[in-house]
């Protein structure tokens, strides 16, 4: 049978991280097969839904190359894929289950229920649960007669339709990550399959979709561990095949210690979504890890390490690569932290390695200046090995773009000699009658200046880089000024050479 899995969320919001390395591992592990990914939007929960978040979670999956072989926007053979759209299938699924005794209808009132935990509570029962114990106590299809049922559900009063669990049954199924896992019903509770507005509850409409859609792996966080007993039961309860289970690591805070929330997040200053996220709720923008400046590439790199151990020292995959090593046995039990240095780390190498058309398309297309395309390749191909993010450009090589107006002081105090200015006087007039030059003839110009007195070049070199970016430091200064060209260097060097006249040393 062919490999079948899906990506699931619920559009309850933007996508967080942990989901985008959800659906990464979804749509490895079926590429790695030659099998399909499935992106199914799980939007039965009315209450909860939000404005934009579907939209939102295709721009984030498309951002990151995780393309969906079906869903909202292919297609594909076993739609529709939102659930809103398939309401007749769960209804006819929850019927089934009550027609055949293992699952009934349940009348009672929000009250009724809290009178229930009440009593219970008081009776010292630790977890209070509608369950094989007290659904007999309770208003539903298992306690009053059938005429009685009827006729409640013909006048139109609310009810919802339980599963009926097993009192005292061990339910065991092996995850492929956890291995075997082992969970008395007498711990669960006749969970609601479907609610009183006639929507499912996200067990039913998920185990009836995956067996529709034909999932053969279920692959999702951990956090949906503790829902997959009921979901075992349930596909027993249809007489289905089930899937493979596979519940990934939790994803921690940098340091380990608990889940990395929007919260920690926020407060260690780094993003938590792949892209934007404008709230319509609060208002609150949230910057994502594209604006921030990270390349989808570094991204899916850093992500897929997050919990998955592809044994053996390197670090750096394709996606190709990626498609290749993967493999669900490979994924660890223990939480992954997220560690926000590495995500930079993965940036810069990614950056590094980017062509320079490719960088110089983006700067150009990240900046508001009219800059050519020649000259943006020319600025990236010198700045990409300092970089973290491309936007670093426009402030540690702010200097490409404007003449400096602040100098580097420890270079001004050290360096500012009269021996340097003598020298960039010089320079300048040899400058200045050029239209255009190229590293090469800078350097000769530069130490032909020098050879006359014999001065060292590192005496007057960090006075010339002062002079044209305000900076102690940087890239290749011969490019920089064949960059800038003649004129703006000799207007630049005057410039200096004015402003910092009362800091000339002897
Ligand atoms: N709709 C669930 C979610 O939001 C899907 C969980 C699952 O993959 O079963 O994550």
Redesign the pocket.
Known sequence: MSVRVRF???PTGALHIGGVRTALYNYLFAKKHGGAFVLRI?DTDQNRFVEGAEEYIQDALKWCGIDSDEGVEPGGDFGPYRQSERKAHYQEHAQRLVAEGKAYYAFDSPEELDEMRERLKEARVANPQYNAITRMQMSNSLTLSEAEVTERIDSGAPYVIRVKLPRNEDIRFEDIVRDWVVVNTATLDDKILMKSDGMPT?HLA?IVDDHMMQITH?I?GEE?LPSAPLHVILYDYFGWDRPAFAHLPLLLKPDGNGKLSKRAADKLGFPIFPLNWNDPESGELSEGFMEKGYLPEAMINFLSLLGWNPGGEQELFSKEELIQEFSLERINKAGAKFDIEKAKWFNQQYLKSSSDDELAQALMGNTELAIDFDLARRIVAMMKERITFLSEIMVSGSFFFEAPTVYDEKTVRKKWTQQAVDFLGEFTSQLAVLEALDGEQVKSIILGILEKDETPIGRVMPALRLSLTGQGGGPDLMEIISILGPQESVSRIKKAIEELSESVKE
């Open positions: 699931a969320p619920s799980e996200y998920n279920v999702r949906w």
